[in-house]
């Protein structure tokens, strides 16, 4: 079985229109950077927030891991499903810092290991010397490795990044993609990673899906770097 895998999925928000997604399947191996590729409104995030448990699918299961976290019978909630996010405005919370927006989701931890933690997510996406910042007192690319830190920190077993660039000018763009391939690749982090931007899936993804209508499109692929 694969490391993340999707089966006959079916979501809609409102049962009187047609489902966003409809009978979606999917295989990620471990290690894998997926991209996903599609236009608006052709169920891109919506796949990412089912996966990480901000939605509850009418249908289909998924497996992370090994685990059964969502079908007819099962839905195990977003905290315990070993998932982390970076979403398209990154989602800092304002008032804290950048070492305990990295901690927010460690606080099970004794403090010492929790601090290690938020240490080593730091230095891994070159943030160190920067814990004490504020968000607004950060760039934009900043704010991203910052988002990115804390959706490392937990060590996941998935990572999802739902348009991660977008707020990005394009010099600033192509320097953090090439930052993040390498750090994915580091950690051996299987990712899904949604965008609208073919460049962005040449430049990060091992391989990419496009997603029409809510469904896998014929278009699958490996990016032209294997």
């Known amino acids: 079985m694969s490391f993340v895998e999707i089966r006959d999925l079916t979501f809609a928000y409102d049962r009187r229109q047609p489902p966003v997604?409809?009978?979606?399947?999917?295989?990620?191996?471990?290690?894998?950077?997926?991209?996903?590729?599609?236009?608006?409104?052709?169920?891109?995030?919506?796949?990412?927030?089912?996966i990480a448990g901000l939605e509850v699918p009418a249908a289909?299961?998924?497996?992370?891991a090994g685990k059964r976290v969502v079908d007819d019978v099962t839905f195990v909630p977003p905290e315990k499903r070993g998932v982390g996010m970076v979403f398209q405005d990154y989602a800092l919370f304002?008032?804290?810092?950048?070492?305990?927006?990295?901690?927010?989701?460690?606080h099970r931890l004794p403090r010492r290991e929790r601090r290690e933690?938020?240490?080593?997510a730091l230095e891994l996406v070159r943030m160190?010397?920067?814990?004490?910042?504020y968000p607004h007192e950060l760039s934009g690319g900043q704010q991203q490795r910052a988002a990115l830190a804390r959706a490392l920190?937990?060590?996941?077993?998935?990572l999802l990044?739902?348009?991660p660039f977008s707020n990005l000018d394009a010099d600033l763009r192509v320097s953090i993609r090439d930052e993040l391939a390498a750090i994915l690749r580091q950690t051996g982090m299987t990712c899904l990673f949604v965008t609208h931007d073919r460049d962005d899936v040449e430049a990060v993804c091992d391989r990419y899906i496009v997603m029409e209508a809510g469904k896998q499109g014929k278009q699958a692929g490996r990016t032209s770097s294997d």
């Open 21 to 50: 997604i409809e009978g979606f399947s999917l295989s990620v191996e471990k290690g894998e950077i997926l991209g996903v590729l599609g236009p608006s409104g052709s169920g891109k995030s919506t796949l990412l927030r089912l």
């Open 60 to 64: 289909g299961a998924i497996d992370i």
């Open 94 to 106: 304002p008032h804290l810092t950048v070492e305990q927006n990295v901690g927010f989701g460690l």
């Open 117 to 120: 933690r938020v240490r080593e």
């Open 128 to 133: 160190a010397g920067l814990e004490k910042r």
């Open 153 to 158: 920190a937990p060590n996941p077993d998935v």
């Open 161 to 163: 990044m739902d348009e």
